[in-house]
């Protein structure tokens, strides 16, 4: 939907599974404060901000990795983040009542294991130091890499190394392997290290999400709305004029084009069509939710009111 002609719309009415809302024409939205971290399925929110596409109420704040997103949403400093889906089953389970409104991508390559070129096979990672974000979408890989390899979390060392760390980490000989992910694998390749597996050795397992906390979602949705088409223009934008937005995203990266676009490939990047398909009753991504809360130790499966397709924009409303 054009967002001029949203905004100019009277009310209108949406509603998700567990969720519904009146979105009228005369109450001004509360501001919405949005926070993400370096990721190349989260740059779409940095060229809807280059481009001014966001809504005035948005304010966009880069933050150093997931975790300092999900500090900001404990210490109420922010409103929404970009984060893989386990963070936000993560915080649910801790009591931030979040909701996913929209995927940002599915990775497909971009999260990997690599390793010093000594290991040539998942069985020689017994014994070894492996580094991994904790609490983040690292660990999960790393739990399905070490179930790939017949191991379990006692046959090896787990270091804690945030991903801004993982680049000095294996400088300083600090871990033998690392779950990372792009552009970081790109740069660690450079460096000598050898992708053993990767995402797509787990397809459907890692999503990354925009999820936004229930008491500030009630009092935006207008705001909340004109975020998410925001990310769809950038997304047309990123598959129109691929090389401008290639140029714009490795420069704030600070990597090559080249980077951005290898880091590109290894993920997926659904339309609003596909959107809706995942964030609807028995989609993958629920069944990935099921797998990972069990993996938590949170029970048989969540309520189903933390998702909802009441925010994505009409399909058809602009191609793609």
């Known amino acids: ?43 779409t929110l940095y060229l809807a901000e280059r481009f001014n596409w966001l809504p005035e109420a948005v304010t966009l704040t880069r933050r150093q990795s997931a975790s300092s997103s999900l500090a900001a949403l404990r210490d109420d400093q922010t409103d929404a983040a970009a984060l893989t889906l386990d963070e936000v089953i993560r915080a649910r389970l801790d009591g931030i009542d979040l909701v996913v409104v929209m995927v940002f991508n599915v990775s497909a390559g971009a999260d990997a294991l690599v390793v010093h070129d000594s290991i040539k096979h998942l069985a020689q990672l017994e014994g070894k130091r492996i580094g991994a974000e904790a609490s983040a979408v690292g660990e999960m890989l790393l739990d399905r890499v070490l179930e790939k390899a017949g191991l379990i979390r006692e046959d090896v060392i787990v270091v804690d190394v945030a991903v801004d760390r993982h680049i000095p980490a294996w400088e300083s000989g600090e871990v033998d392997a690392l779950v990372s992910y792009e552009p970081t694998v790109s740069r660690l390749r450079q460096l000598g290290a050898v992708r053993l597996v990767d995402s797509r050795d787990f397809p459907d397992t890692i999503f990354d999400v925009l999820a936004v906390r229930r008491d500030a979602m009630e009092n935006a949705e207008r705001t909340l709305f004109g975020l998410v088409d925001s990310h769809f223009r950038a997304l047309d934008h990123v598959r129109s004029n691929r090389q401008d937005a ?28 596909a959107n809706r398909r995942y964030l609807g009753s028995g989609s993958r991504l629920m069944v990935a939710a099921d797998e990972i809360e069990r993996r938590l130790g949170g029970g048989d499966g969540m309520d189903k009111d933390w998702f909802t397709d009441a925010f994505l924009p009409r399909v058809g409303a602009h191609a793609g």
Request: hydrophobic fraction near 40%.
């Open 1 to 43: 939907m054009d967002r001029r002609r949203f905004l100019t719309m009277t009310s209108l009415a949406i509603g998700g599974p567990g969720l519904t809302f009146l979105l009228g024409g005369c109450r001004q939205d509360d501001p919405l404060r949005v926070s993400y971290h370096p990721w190349i399925g989260y740059e």
């Open 246 to 273: 290639l140029y714009r995203i490795a420069d704030v990266e600070a990597i090559s084009p080249e980077d951005a676009r290898r880091a590109f490939g290894g993920v997926l990047l659904p339309d609003r069509r």
